[in-house]
């Protein structure tokens, strides 16, 4: 395989179970970002990657961006961040996706609360 430090796009590296992931190509998506995403679970190599970066550790979401750089699990704020900081542009929108499970947790709550006080 290349070096990833040879790549044009960003390489993301993820599992079909991390709850991180799918808010995060959300985010990359309506940002329309290309990007390459890498399941760790049947790619013995990008697993030792993602093991080599976060010193043994298999933690997902992590990404590798063209400049050589990496962030592990990094919130949406901080995508944001380090997207920008390359020339990409994040609207609004796609800081939405990348806060889905965010929203969704607060919705629950919210739902959750009006039910114990029998409002809903």
Known sequence: MNNPTDQKTIIMYGTPSCPMVPP???L???SQIDYDYINIMNDLEAR???QAIN???ESVPTFIFPDGSTLTEPSAGEMKKKL???GYDVPLSAMLMGNMWLIFVAV???FALLRAFGIF
């Open 24 to 26: 995060m190509k959300g």
């Open 48 to 50: 030792q990657r993602v």
């Open 28 to 30: 990359l998506n309506r």
């Open 108 to 110: 629950a709550i919210g």
């Open 55 to 57: 010193n043994g550790y």
């Open 84 to 86: 920008q900081e390359l």
